[in-house]
């Protein structure tokens, strides 16, 4: 874009003439104003399909009769649930308008001008952004076998790494580290330099060497955890998340972050889904059964995938992803499209009640034309 195209480019901050805001997946709504499709099936965004808990639910219906009050702002009863959950103090917590907030606050505080962060290549797509708009630079170790490379980001640490980004799970691959390679890859980092991992997929993995390191906290005080409610609880609509760190990280942390930032329904609603571990496990079990059923009906249809460990699988179409995706929208199917991560022929695929992943595979099987193993309900 050019000052011609927007002539208010020359005042803003020379960091931000280079960024395009983030474009989240297309909203149902959309869809159904562009196309005029009833009813389309959106698995695009990594949304847990059963929604929040009920215990959710009425915790947010009980807020409604204090919208006119602030929320607190300090958030201590959320803090303290949080804090309960993990075993650690409040002091330790920093929430978040999604976990997405505490990413930029990690940015705000810790990247600047002649600042580098670190990330692997195909990771989610807030590390650069957030590293750009403070005018820090960018760094990308190249990935192994759609993952992160712990080696290769090792070696491009320096005297100029202020942050370096672990997704585990990763966004939009469903790749994970595991505990020991991590481990030492977070006992090799210099002092200077801040390590987020980015756990927003949690809840959703089984694989025994993957590793909690909200239980590493006391050992690496560079580390801060990131966790989220929009996954698993279900309450992606709310946006709260947040963050765990060494107790003088989150105070500078909770210096620059935004008063009131989490709201009053949402606040209430996080800490009932924290207590509310039935349906988290109601949701495990689920998407474990359908990504066991979806990746084998993707390999009836010929087609590859990155193996993940998240609530979505990213297939390789063997071409361009672009016009497989048009024509999935008009088939009323919402998936995302990731070249924008380096997978150009790659389409991310969330996985969604039993209904709605049977009408993906069929809607793909005849964009494909490859015969459909699922004949839709």
Not at 298 to 321: C, E, K, Q, W
Request: aromatic content about 6%.
């Amino acid at each position: 874009m050019s000052v011609a195209d927007n002539p208010f480019l020359n005042l803003a901050a020379a960091q931000i003439a280079g960024l395009r805001p983030y474009v989240p997946g297309k909203p149902i709504s959309e869809l159904e104003r562009e196309l005029g499709i009833v009813d389309p099936v959106k698995l695009a965004s990594n949304e847990n399909p059963l929604g929040c808990g009920e215990a959710a639910r009425a915790a947010y219906r009980a807020e409604a009769a204090e919208l006119g009050r602030y929320p607190d702002g300090g958030a201590f009863a959320l803090r303290a649930a949080i804090a309960a959950h993990h075993a650690i103090a409040p002091e330790q917590i920093t929430v978040g308008n999604g976990s997405n907030d505490v990413l930029d606050l990690v940015a705000r505080v810790f990247l600047h001008p002649g600042r580098e962060s670190l990330f692997s290549e195909h990771a989610f797509a807030v590390y650069p952004l957030a590293t750009a708009a403070v005018g820090a630079t960018a760094r990308v170790a190249p990935a192994r076998d759609h993952g992160h490379d712990l080696d290769a980001m090792g070696a491009l640490v320096n005297e100029r790494t202020g942050v370096v980004w672990i997704a585990n799970p990763n966004n939009p691959t469903g790749t994970w580290v595991a505990a020991e390679p991590l481990r030492a890859f977070l006992s090799a980092l210099p002092d200077h330099c801040m390590a987020v991992v980015d756990e927003a997929y949690f809840e959703y993995v089984g694989q025994d060497d993957y590793p909690d390191t909200s239980l590493w906290l006391d050992q690496f005080p560079n580390l801060i955890v990131t966790r989220t409610f929009a996954k698993v609880h279900g309450l992606a609509a709310l946006r709260v998340g947040y963050g765990l760190s060494h107790p003088d990280v989150a105070e500078l942390l909770n210096r620059v972050r935004h008063p009131f930032n989490v709201n009053a329904p949402a606040q209430a609603a996080a800490i009932a889904a924290l207590g509310d571990q039935e349906h988290v496990a109601r949701s495990v079990a689920h998407n474990r059964r359908e990504m066991e059923r979806v990746s084998a009906e993707l390999t009836s249809l010929g087609l590859s995938y990155i193996p993940s460990v998240g609530n979505f699988v990213t297939v390789d179409l063997d071409r361009p992803a672009g016009p497989v995706d048009q024509a999935l929208l008009r088939e009323g199917v919402i998936c995302r499209p990731v070249a924008n991560y380096g997978l150009p022929t790659h389409l991310r695929i969330s996985i969604g009640l039993e209904t709605e992943n049977d009408r993906m595979l069929a809607a793909l099987a005849r964009v494909l034309d490859r015969g459909s193993a699922v004949t839709p309900k």
